[in-house]
Structure formats: structure tokens, C-alpha cells
């Protein structure tokens, strides 16, 4: 699932982010730097231990005027060599150039360090080519322990025999409180820095979250103030930028708005000429007709005028209806809202249509305390008449019709509904019902819908319908409640 993090959000995880590494790799490289002392520590000891063995024995053959032989030494060091283990903390044990066990500090201490009565050949070779010191690791060993293997020599710089200390490693110095106070520094670090990091990120996006909140102000139907901005930085270009656009798209505005008035007047103007346009044809042909009967058959003209007179009559009506229409939805008033009572009005609009031919209506009320809504009552009459008429218009001539009005109370409004078992409306009728020129009937103005809806959105309420081919269709009326004066 993908996040939609705020900018603001974004920074202040960055920021931590970047903390977070900083602290990993600042603490990784404080502990390698402390392992590095203590290794330093630890090969410096060892010298410094090595180079006191060796001089104190050097002392003790110096002191004793002892001849460089084996025998000889091993008895100079037989009583010696305890007392140098003891004095400089280590095992020692002595071996001859041919890398031959000779004595140790402690023998026991020998095979519990797993010493052998041999050399290692690989030191040996180390130390016969050349190397001061040899050393086999601890993993050759126990544990953290190193053998290290050097030459005893002479004054002249002749090899005596070969010393073996074994080496303990010390532990880095109080390894675990350094990593518990360098743990809690971190944290403490940490915490102020996030603070200071939020308090950063706010300021850095509070200036873009006011240009927003702005630009959520802006509305192509009145005029729109610019930002200012005093500094040249990155969000002043933006701005600037902003600026530019909001005159460029209020210029697009106006100019899309009169270009919608006037295609709106081209529309208008060719559906009226349109619908005056079709009872025009039958009228002249039936003055045509008249003249012709008035030069062949004088003796039925009265008839011939009677008939004229009443389809003179009829279309002129239809004429009248047509301008009737057409005013109405052009001189659309601002409602008058007032208190109505919703199922009263309904109940007069559905006793006028009562009389219709092959047309039940039905009229139910459902949960309804308080009828009242705030609308305009002509306007709110209009709408009822022109949604039952459409109803009664949607069913052919050879059904038995059924008109269902009901009206409901909800927790947001009343709810009327007009349900009919006409032809319905297909799926590719859908998006143009409203749509002011349009009509399904060859007699109609496209007008009845279009005013239904300018009503209710201008009164505060909502219209919407359900419907599918040959099911008939429902139109829906919300209207806004209001508190009965009784």
C-alpha cells in the first residue's frame, strides 16, 4: 500500500534519516577507534613484557658468569624461572635452538595450555630466518592467549636458547560501559535532534502550506487576491510564479465565460427557431390549403375555415407553450426561500394530474414529523408539475400507467421520489438528461429537466434519478428541512 506522505512529513523523516546514519556511523567508528587503542595497548605491554624478561634474564647469566651451554643454563634457570613467571605475570618456558623443550614456569600450567615439547615449525623457521619475534595466534591456542617465541642472546648477539612467554590479551578496557554511555549520549542526542528537526521541517513548509491554503481560496467566480513575498528565494519564484498564472487563468476565465454565454445564446437561439420553425410549416400549408378550397369549392369554405381556425388555434398555442418555456428558463427568479409544507404542495400537484388518461398516481408518506423545507413555493411547484407530466409522458398509449410518489423523511433532509412504469432512460441518455435542448420526445424543449435542477441547486437541495430502458425511471428530490412557526 503506497503512502501519501505530506512534505512536511517527508523532511522530518529525511532529517531523521540522516541523524540516524550519522549516529550509526559516528558510534561504529568510536568503537573501532577504542578496539584500535586496546590492540595498541595490548602489543605495547607485550613489548614492554618481553623486554623486561629478557633483561632480567640477561642479568641473571651476566650476574652467575654462566657459559653458553645447555646445561649450564638449565641449571641457572631451573630455580630462576618460577621467580621471573611470578614477577612479570606470565608463563614462561625455555626451549633450545633447536626448538626442543627444556624447562617451564609451571608444568602443569604447560599442558593445560596445550604447549608441545616441540616448536611450532613455522615459528622456528621464522625466527632461524631473520624475525625478532614470533607469534601464533590465539586461535592456535586458547581463548584470547598468544605464544610468542624470541631468541635469548648473548652480549656478542648470539642466540642462547629460545624464550616462550604465553600472552593474555586484555579485554577492551570496560568495553561494555563505553558502549552503555556511548548508548544513552546517542538517545539523548537523538531525541533533541528530532525535536530540532521537526521544529525545522515546520518552519521550512510552513510558508508553502500557507500559499496552499491559498490556493484552495482561489475561485474563477470573483476576483482573486495574489500572495506576496518579500524574500527572492526559491518559494518567492514560486510565487512569482503563482501570481503569473492566477491573472493568466482568470484572463482564460472571462474569456471562457463569455464564450459560454455566447455559444449558450447560439444554442438557445437555434432551438427556438427550431421549435417555432416546426408548427410554422403546417400552419402555411394549411393557409395554402384554405386558399385552394375558397377557389374550388366555395360552397364548403365554412367548413374549411372551421377546421383552419381550430389547427390555427392549436399551433398557435403550441407557439405560446414554446415562448412560455423558453422565458421561463431564461428569466429564471432567485428563489423566495420559505417555510413549505412539503406533502401538502405534493398533494395538490398530484391531484392536477389525477384526471390523466390510462394514468394511476399513487401518493405514499413515509416517517415524516416535520413536512416543512426551506424552498421557493412557485419554483417548488414547477419542479412537481414537470416531473409528474414527464412521468405521465413516459408511458406509451397501450400501458396501463402507474405513478408512484412517495416522500421520506432522512437524518440530511425530505426525500420525494416520482417512480414510473414508462420506457425509461438508456445508459447513453444518462449523461445528458439535464442538459438544457435536450428531450426524448418529439414535441418537448429539452427545458423541464434542466429548470428541475436549477431549482434545487439553487435552493440548496439536489436532484438525481435512476432509471434503465424499458424499467421506467425514478427522479429524486432532496429537499433542505426547516422547523415548522406553529
Known amino acids: 500500500m503506497k503512502l501519501n506522505l505530506t512534505l512536511r512529513t517527508r523532511i522530518y523523516l529525511s532529517m531523521l534519516a540522516m541523524i540516524l546514519v550519522s549516529f550509526v556511523v559516528t558510534g561504529l567508528l568510536s568503537l573501532y577507534d577504542h578496539l584500535e587503542h586496546n590492540a595498541e595497548y595490548n602489543f605495547m605491554r607485550l613489548q614492554r613484557k618481553e623486554e623486561a624478561i629478557e633483561k632480567s634474564m640477561r642479568y641473571i647469566i651476566n650476574k652467575n658468569n654462566t657459559p653458553a651451554n645447555s646445561d649450564s643454563l638449565y641449571t641457572l634457570f631451573s630455580d630462576q ?17 633447536r626448538g626442543r623443550y627444556i624447562m617451564s614456569s609451571d608444568f602443569l600450567k604447560k599442558d593445560s595450555l596445550g604447549i608441545t615439547d616441540q616448536i611450532n615449525y613455522t615459528a622456528l623457521k621464522q625466527l632461524s630466518t631473520g624475525t625478532k619475534r614470533s607469534v601464533v595466534d590465539s586461535s592456535f591456542t586458547h581463548d584470547n592467549k598468544s605464544l610468542v617465541y624470541w631468541y635469548l642472546k648473548d652480549a656478542t648477539g648470539k642466540p642462547l636458547l629460545i624464550t616462550n612467554v604465553v600472552y593474555e590479551q586484555t579485554a577492551p578496557a570496560h568495553l561494555s560501559d ?8 546517542y538517545m539523548a542526542l537523538f531525541i533533541m535532534a528530532a525535536l530540532v528537526a521537526y521544529f525545522l521541517s515546520r518552519y521550512i513548509t510552513r510558508s508553502l502550506e500557507a500559499i496552499g491554503k491559498r490556493m484552495q481560496q482561489v475561485d474563477l467566480g470573483r476576483k482573486n487576491e495574489q500572495l506576496n513575498w518579500r524574500s527572492d528565494d526559491e518559494i518567492g519564484v514560486l510565487v512569482k510564479q503563482y501570481n503569473r498564472m492566477l491573472a493568466e487563468l482568470e484572463k482564460s476565465a472571462e474569456q471562457l465565460a463569455q464564450t459560454e454565454r455566447e455559444s449558450a445564446w447560439r444554442e438557445m437561439a437555434q432551438q427556438v427557431a427550431h421549435e417555432i420553425k416546426n408548427p410554422l410549416t403546417p400552419m402555411k400549408l394549411r393557409v395554402q390549403h384554405l386558399q ?5 369549392n366555395p360552397h364548403e369554405f365554412g367548413n374549411k375555415l372551421e377546421l383552419f381556425e381550430r389547427s390555427m388555434t392549436e399551433q398557435i398555442d403550441a407557439l405560446s407553450r414554446i415562448a412560455s418555456e423558453f422565458s421561463s428558463f431564461a428569466k429564471m427568479p432567485k428563489p423566495q426561500l420559505e417555510l413549505l409544507d412539503l406533502v401538502q404542495l405534493t398533494k395538490g400537484a398530484v391531484a392536477l394530474h389525477e384526471g390523466s388518461k390510462n394514468v394511476t398516481i399513487k401518493l405514499r408518506v413515509y416517517g415524516i414529523e416535520n413536512p416543512y423545507v426551506l424552498a421557493d413555493k412557485d419554483q417548488t411547484i414547477r419542479s412537481l408539475n414537470n416531473l409528474i407530466t414527464n412521468a405521465t409522458q413516459a408511458i406509451p398509449n397501450d400501458k396501463q400507467g402507474l405513478i408512484d410518489v412517495a416522500i421520506r423523511g432522512t437524518n440530511y433532509g425530505i426525500l420525494l421520489r416520482v417512480n414510473d412504469n414508462g420506457v425509461g432512460i438508456t445508459e447513453e ?12 420526445k418529439s414535441t418537448g ?14 435552493s440548496g437541495g439536489k436532484v438525481w434519478f435512476w432509471s434503465k430502458a424499458d424499467k421506467g425511471a425514478s427522479f429524486y428530490l432532496k429537499f433542505i428541512k426547516g422547523n415548522s412557526q406553529n
Open 429 to 440: 441518455q444518462h449523461s445528458k438528461i439535464f442538459v438544457p435542448n435536450f428531450t426524448t
Open 81 to 97: 624461572i618460577c621467580e621471573l613467571s611470578d614477577v612479570h605475570d606470565l608463563f614462561i618456558a625455555l626451549y633450545d635452538l
Open 178 to 185: 563505553f558502549l552503555a554511555e556511548l548508548g544513552l549520549i
Open 445 to 458: 424543449t429539452g427545458l423541464g429537466l434542466a429548470m428541475v435542477k436549477n431549482i434545487m441547486t439553487q
Open 292 to 296: 385552394r378550397s375558397w377557389s374550388d
